[in-house]
């Protein structure tokens, strides 16, 4: 690599909000993935994706306004972070690695919008599920049969057959990307009241053939329509 593009080569971002916005999903991202690395990619509409692997199979996503090179790299989580906090105007992505993420992102096309879900329900049902993993899990976590469990499904009232039938493990990744916040954009927690969130505030459904997209205000989770864990992405 020359000089010149290893100068170049990073995460320029176009505002102090965007870089706020990557520095909150970059601490998330290294709450909620062990593995070390974050994925981003620029988009056809100019911005960049940001993606991560949750410790529920479920993958979890946000768009910031800014340049990326290369286009699309798996970057170490802790150098980005670190650039963040140091404030540097092209973020460093540390050493790529592109073997700690096979294969492709889900499509941006091919995605119908299913149906709008009030994001206090999905709160409500994220604290419920945290209380039941609270009382039965073990020393690996929540079982499986609670991950698994389908606690929302959503059609279309034109296709009544299409389900969307979405996990607890995509309203926990979802809850703890901090994608749902209250009316004045603060993080939720426990002890916040479900009337902090706005009444009208929804979160929305889309599919396609392979993935359920669970869109929130703060960012996007990803479920596999048929989970075959994310080492066969």
């Known amino acids: 690599m020359t000089e010149s593009a290893a100068a170049t080569r990073g995460l320029t971002l176009a505002s102090p909000e965007d870089r706020g916005d990557t520095a909150a999903f970059v ?8 593995s070390g690395v974050l994925r981003l990619r620029r988009r056809d509409d100019g911005l960049v994706g940001l993606w991560v692997r949750t410790g529920f199979d479920v993958l979890a996503t946000r768009a910031v306004f800014g340049s990326l090179e290369p286009t699309d790299v798996v970057a170490d989580v802790g150098a980005v972070s670190a650039s963040l906090a140091a404030g540097d105007d092209v973020v460093a992505l540390g050493f790529a690695l592109p073997a700690a993420w096979r294969g492709a992102l889900p499509g941006s096309d091919g995605f119908v919008h299913v149906d709008d879900i009030p994001a206090r329900e999905l709160i409500a049902l994220a604290r419920k599920g945290s209380q039941v993993a609270r009382e039965e899990s073990g020393a690996l976590g ?61 979160v929305r459904v889309r599919m396609s053939p392979a993935w359920i997209r669970v869109d929130a205000r703060y960012g996007s989770v990803y479920q596999r329509r048929a989970r075959l864990g994310l080492s066969l992405l």
């Open 27 to 34: 601490a998330r991202a290294v709450r909620v993935d062990d």
């Open 142 to 202: 929540p079982a499986s049969s609670l991950l698994d469990q389908t606690v929302l499904t959503a059609s279309r009232d034109d296709t009544p057959d299409e389900r969307a039938e979405i996990t607890m493990r995509a309203v926990f990744a979802l809850t703890s990307m901090g994608f749902v916040r209250d009316g004045d954009g603060r993080e939720i927690t426990e002890d916040s009241p479900l009337t902090a969130i706005a009444e009208g505030e929804p």
